[in-house]
T-cell receptor
Framework: AQKVTQAQTEISVVEKEDVTLDCVYETRDTTYYLFWYKQPPSGELVFLIRRNSFDEQNEISGRYSWNFQKSTSSFNFTITASQVVDSAVYFCALSESGDSNYQLIWGAGTKLIIKP | ETGVTQTPRHLVMGMTNKKSLKCEQHLGHNAMYWYKQSAKKPLELMFVYSLEERVENNSVPSRFSPECPNSSHLFLHLHTLQPEDSALYLC??????????????FGNGTRLTVT
C-alpha cells in the first residue's frame, strides 16, 4: 500500500519561531521520490523540493530545510525564523518509480499559520 | 505570459448547465493534468495527457470530459454536475522523458460551485 501521512492538520506559531512539518510515508518500493509543495491562499501549488530514495542527505535552502530519514520513513520540513508569508498549506507527496509515472500520492496537507 | 494559466478563476453553475474550464501552459511541457481538490480530502488526480494522448483516467464520472487539442492547452468540459462536484480544480503540467517526470507546475485553479 502507498500512503502519505501528515498528522498535523494545522499549526499556528508566532513569527520568527521555527516550525517543523511532519511527513511519514509507506511504500514497498526501493526506488521512489518524495516531494513538498506549498499552497498559498492564491491556490497555486508551488514545488519546493524533490528527493529520491537513494539520497538521504539533508537539504537546506535559505530558511527551509528537509530531513529525510529512511529508517523512520519520514521526510520532515523545517522552516527557520518563520515569516507571515510562509502561511500556507503544505503538502507532502510520494511517487514510486515503476508504477504509473504520473501518479503522486498526496498527504492531506498541513495548514501553517504564522502570526505577526 | 509564463507558467500555467487557468480560466475562469471562479465559476458558479447550475446542475443543468454546460461549461468548460481552460488551462494553458507556457513552459514547453509535454504532459498536462487535471486535479480535483475538495475540502478535507487529499488531492485527487482526474486525468493525465502525455503528448496529447490520455494516459490516466482515474474513474472519473462521465459528466467530466477532458480535451487536449495540443501540448499547451487542456480543457475540462462539464455537464450535468452535482453539488458534490463543487471544488477547486487544478491544472498542472510537467516534462516527461522516459521514466523521468519533472515536478508538477500548477495553475491557480478554478473554484467551481455547483448550485
Amino acid at each position: 500500500a502507498q500512503k502519505v501521512t501528515q498528522a498535523q492538520t494545522e499549526i499556528s506559531v508566532v513569527e520568527k519561531e521555527d516550525v517543523t512539518l511532519d511527513c511519514v510515508y509507506e511504500t514497498r518500493d526501493t526506488t521512489y521520490y518524495l516531494f513538498w509543495y506549498k499552497q498559498p491562499p492564491s491556490g497555486e501549488l508551488v514545488f519546493l523540493i524533490r528527493r529520491n530514495s537513494f539520497d538521504e542527505q539533508n537539504e537546506i535552502s535559505g530558511r527551509y530545510s528537509w530531513n529525510f530519514q529512511k529508517s523512520t520513513s519520514s521526510f520532515n520540513f523545517t522552516i527557520t525564523a518563520s515569516q507571515v508569508v510562509d502561511s500556507a498549506v503544505y503538502f507532502c507527496a510520494l511517487s514510486e518509480s515503476g508504477d504509473s509515472n504520473y501518479q503522486l500520492i498526496w498527504g492531506a496537507g498541513t495548514k501553517l499559520i504564522i502570526k505577526p | 505570459e509564463t507558467g500555467v494559466t487557468q480560466t475562469p478563476r471562479h465559476l458558479v453553475m447550475g446542475m443543468t448547465n454546460k461549461k468548460s474550464l481552460k488551462c494553458e501552459q507556457h513552459l514547453g511541457h509535454n504532459a498536462m493534468y487535471w486535479y480535483k481538490q475538495s475540502a478535507k480530502k487529499p488531492l485527487e488526480l482526474m486525468f493525465v495527457y502525455s503528448l496529447e494522448e490520455r494516459v490516466e483516467n482515474n474513474s472519473v464520472p462521465s459528466r467530466f470530459s477532458p480535451e487536449c487539442p495540443n501540448s499547451s492547452h487542456l480543457f475540462l468540459h462539464l455537464h450535468t454536475l452535482q453539488p458534490e462536484d463543487s471544488a477547486l480544480y487544478l491544472c498542472a503540467s510537467s516534462q516527461v522523458r522516459g521514466d523521468f517526470n519533472s515536478p508538477l507546475h500548477f495553475g491557480n485553479g478554478t473554484r467551481l460551485t455547483v448550485t
